[in-house]
């Protein structure tokens, strides 16, 4: 999980092979990227530049672009 709390946003990841991107304010998903066919096992991210790195058992890396909720890069 990263936690940002001046812009009061997170990300987790899942065994479903999602990332949710969460609102603390109000303890509620904002929005969920979908791509690994695998657990995600590890993520990180950056609020201010609404960038996400995400590592799977699917041996892949994932650039995500948080606003948009898509993966630009694999």
């Known amino acids: 999980m ?3 709390f001046v812009s009061q946003r997170a990300l987790s ?3 479903a092979g999602t990332l949710t991107l969460w609102d603390l ?3 509620e998903c904002v929005r969920r990227l979908e791509g690994h066919s695998g657990d995600v096992c590890c ?3 950056d609020f201010v530049s609404q960038r996400a790195l995400s590592g799977s ?3 892949k890396l994932k650039l995500w672009d948080l606003d948009c ?3 630009v890069d694999t």
């Open 13 to 15: 990841s899942s065994h």
């Open 57 to 59: 058992v699917d041996h």
């Open 25 to 27: 304010n109000h303890a």
């Open 2 to 4: 990263a936690a940002d």
């Open 43 to 45: 993520v990180a991210a």
């Open 69 to 71: 909720a898509v993966c």
